[in-house]
């Protein structure tokens, strides 16, 4: 049962063009939304969280657009760096919840190519 | 994933032995969270842990697998009488409250 989904295995673009990767989920308790980005051999790296209290935040070259009613959130990255160049796991919480625990449910992850 | 130190980084096991993956959190962070990789998946949610206290572990395979973070050292996922299927990536991850998590480099189990 994949309660979070990413449904794109990869991505590649230009760089200076805008990445948009996309994450789906099916459970409607989640409200606490994270980003992270990962390179090989190495742990997640915290990119940008958003509350289901808001569809929108932004820091710096990235901001995470939340619609609850299609259960979907996308992270835009503009522009595009060749650093870039790695997996991003989309994950989810369910803070709000009365077993408020805090783990995160991660999606398959994207990997994204940015080409210089 | 600044300090948050998992150690070994690598650890080799023969089936049958165990194994004992260590995790300190970062500085003032109390909450210690366990998640496995294997190949070609996303992270899973293994077990949510407390100083001394084990609050959530519904991730955790029924036998074989242990989580510990005593009052004094690190947090240490054991498990015992290992098999190839454990092969994976190992990841600790602290917070200060239950919200955004921060994870350490991990340790790549591989057993033989």
């Known amino acids: 049962d994949q309660q979070v989904k990413q449904n794109s295995p990869s991505l590649s673009v230009q760089e200076g063009r805008i990445s948009i990767l996309n994450c789906d989920y099916t459970n409607s308790m989640f409200d606490y939304f994270l980003w992270y980005k990962k390179y090989p051999a190495e742990g997640p790296t915290f990119l940008i969280s958003?509350?289901?209290?808001?569809d929108k935040n932004e820091d710096g070259r990235f901001t995470v657009f939340l619609n609850k009613s299609a259960k979907h959130l996308s992270l835009h990255i503009v522009p595009s760096q060749p650093g870039d160049s790695a997996v991003y796991f989309c994950a989810a919480s369910a803070l709000g919840g009365s077993s408020n625990t805090g783990k995160l449910i991660f999606g398959q992850g994207t990997t994204l190519q940015v080409k210089p | 994933n600044a300090g948050v130190m998992q150690n070994p980084r690598h650890l080799v096991r023969r089936r049958g032995q165990e194994a004992r993956l260590r995790c300190s959190p970062m500085k003032g962070h109390s909450h210690v969270y366990w998640y496995r990789q294997l190949p070609e998946e996303g992270l899973k949610f293994m077990v949510y842990?407390?100083?001394?206290?084990?609050?959530?572990e519904s991730g955790m395979p029924k036998e074989r697998f242990s989580a510990e973070f005593p009052k004094e050292g690190p947090s240490i996922l054991r498990i015992q009488q290992v098999v190839r299927g454990d092969s994976a990536a190992y990841f600790c991850?602290?917070?200060?409250?239950?919200?955004?998590?921060?994870f350490g480099p991990g340790t790549r189990l591989t057993v033989l």
């Open positions: 991850a602290s917070s200060n409250r239950v919200d955004t998590q921060y």
């Open positions: 958003i509350s289901s209290i808001k």
């Open positions: 842990l407390q100083k001394e206290n084990i609050i959530d």
